[in-house]
């Protein structure tokens, strides 16, 4: 069971994130329509005080209590915006003298005028609610100054209630287009994020299947020709090349088993047969013990072989080098292939330089691969046929070729010949790993290996080395 599945994680970071972000730009859009709407009506408010009040009052000059009383009352009477606003007139006491609804006003608090009173600029504005339950934003603006103190104030009010239902109008709107994003966003996150979970999933019980053993499973192709469905690509070409290692181990590891019951075999059974005709026949003996070197011998090779392929797998096959003649070293071993030319009635064509040419390297590994190459020549080959080898002296690198007339190597199989385990023809003994080691020694050198063939016309090696840089 998955505690922290991708889903959950992209609702609780991605979506959640999201979600705070739009709340935030939400409030903050909220709160900015909020102050344009309440400074227009400031400043309406503000454009009122200032061009009706100081037209009108500044002209009375000192006036008594009685003469102000009928003047707020013209004032008031003669106000043209009582539709969107209401008026007062407040005297020096502080007392409402006059309002344009008509009505007294009593235990209603105005802290706008108090603001005024201790402002630079005679203005105070306040936002609150009246004892009704209206909100309004008022503005109390001071008379002119009598006798060093204002003659009063005029006070003009807004009701804010329409203002606050537009606004919630507003807001409702901008809060239902943030749900519909909101949905929006989490139903294409929610299909987005299915169309990788869907495939991720299939891909984890293939991959269980493949580590389990199975090696035939394959994931449907995605639909997506993105990363994906490369992946599903790798998974199902990985599931392959798996399976196509696994049966070739497990080949090798029959034909190992093959390779040394034959040697194991003949050494016991001449072992037995030596032992009971220790007393008569001594050509029997002889022979036996003939068998057993060769067996032997052979055996030794094979379990090194399989020693440089573990220490090539691990890393740790490594070279001794030395300065060596290259032509000495081949001739060496042309040497030992020459009886088995004659044996097998194979013809050995050889085309060896008589000076000396140096390199540097590993004597023993480089023979080993120059024998590999050339058993393959032999073994792959028949009766009649022919083993051509040759060096050449070319600038600063050997060029040794390794030609035959045998039964080739098909175009399918010869990219895959120096991988491990493979075998071209199962037909002919071979543990599978000898030209992957061969291989591996000649890249240990900074050399190169081609292999050219055509099924039915043979096959020719060509090794190239470079030269020693004493020899330069």
Known sequence: MIKNSIVKRW????LLGIIVLIIIIGIAVGVVLQRQYYNSVEMTLNSRATTMVVSYFSTLGHITDETFNQAARKFVNNFSDKNIMEVWVIDKSGDVVVSSTGFSVVGEKFPDYDYALMSEDGKGTWIGNMQSGEKIMALSYLLPKTDGAPMGAVRYIISLDDIDKQLTSIFISIGFFVLV?????????AYFIKSIIKPVKKINETASKIAKGDFNVSIEKHKYNDEIGLLCDTINNMAHEIGETERMKNEFISTVSHELRTPLTAI????ETIRLAKDTDSDIIDKGIDVIVNESER????VEELLDFSRMESGKLSLKNGILDITKELSDVLEVFRERSERDGIELI???PNNPIKITG???RLKQAFVNIIDNSFKYNKKGGFVEVSLENVNNSVKITISDNGCGISKNDLPRVREKFYKANNSVRGSGIGLAVTDEIIKLHNGEMIIESKIGKGTTTTI???KSSKTR
């Open 11 to 14: 609702a609780f970071s991605v």
């Open 181 to 189: 994003f909101i949905f929006f966003t989490y139903t294409s996150g």
């Open 268 to 271: 016991k059974g001449w072992g």
């Open 299 to 302: 055996l030794t090779a094979l």
């Open 350 to 352: 050889t085309n060896i």
């Open 362 to 364: 590993d004597s023993n």
């Open 464 to 466: 190239v080395l470079p």
